[in-house]
């Protein structure tokens, strides 16, 4: 069975700013999209913020096993229906990949509870992405370290609850350092953190970041295997008394 994946991003492509079209021709949703060309055990879908129920129907997402999830100015535009529509999901085994700015969005924070705040600035600094968990599925095929020309810096504290598995923390040449990729659970779904993909920077064409998205995707993959667990809740004794 392919493992279905749905990239969605506040912005179509039509809406994308022009220096982000400078650097992504196609968007965010078709450079994460590209990823995945040419490898079959995906089957992916995009969706957008403008379309209808924002592209996040009960029909999409019941026939998504990891959402990968891309905004930055609008996450106030996601009604709060269809946030609590996608909580739901992760809470029932979708898998969940919220890059970059996807911090702050309401889905993010609904799932950890907490704000998701951080310390930011845009100055093009060189990242240093340290990897923590080398034998994590996440960071297989990750060397020890490796760097990004330029990102966005996201900085300490992130208002975050403990992480489940840190498994990468980036330094910048400011000097910040931040908890850059992280794991939770939420109920029966798998949740990744990452920190890069700034909309004007050239981070999501580095071989390290798709591998870790693609890795991150595989890893996250709802298990259909558990639906049937999570369709039955009368539990007849075990045991005769
Ligand atoms: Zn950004």
New binding site residues.
């Given amino acids: 069975m392919p493992i279905h994946v749905t990239i969605w991003n506040e912005d179509s492509l039509q809406e994308t700013h022009e220096n982000v079209l400078k650097v992504y021709p196609q968007g965010l949703n078709g450079v994460l999209s590209s990823m995945f060309d040419g490898k079959e055990e995906y089957r992916v879908r995009t969706a957008c913020l403008c379309e209808e129920e924002a592209g996040l129907t009960e029909e999409i997402l019941s026939d998504t096993d990891v959402l990968i999830w891309w905004g930055?100015c609008k996450h106030w535009m996601l009604p709060d229906e269809i946030a609590a529509r996608v909580q739901a999901h992760v809470l029932r085994g979708m898998g969940l990949i919220m890059l970059?700015?996807g911090h702050e969005s309401k889905v993010f924070q609904r799932l950890m509870g907490t704000q998701c705040s951080l310390r930011w600035h845009?100055n093009n600094d060189k990242e240093r992405i340290f990897v923590i968990e080398p034998h994590h599925p996440i960071m297989r095929g990750i060397p020890a370290w490796f760097e990004l020309e330029a990102e966005?810096m996201y900085g300490e504290r992130f208002d975050i609850p403990a992480p489940d598995e840190l498994l990468a923390i980036g330094w910048y040449e400011s000097g910040d350092v931040f908890r850059s990729a992280c794991t939770f659970s939420r109920g029966y779904g798998k949740i990744f953190y990452f920190q890069p993909?700034?909309?004007t920077l050239r981070s999501f064409y580095n071989e390290y970041v798709q591998k870790i998205i693609l890795n991150a995707a595989r890893w996250a993959a709802r298990n259909r295997e558990l639906d049937r667990e999570l369709h039955s809740d009368f539990a007849p004794p075990l045991e005769e008394k």
Wanted: proline residues 0%.
């Fill in positions: 930055h970059h700015s845009e966005e993909g700034h909309e």
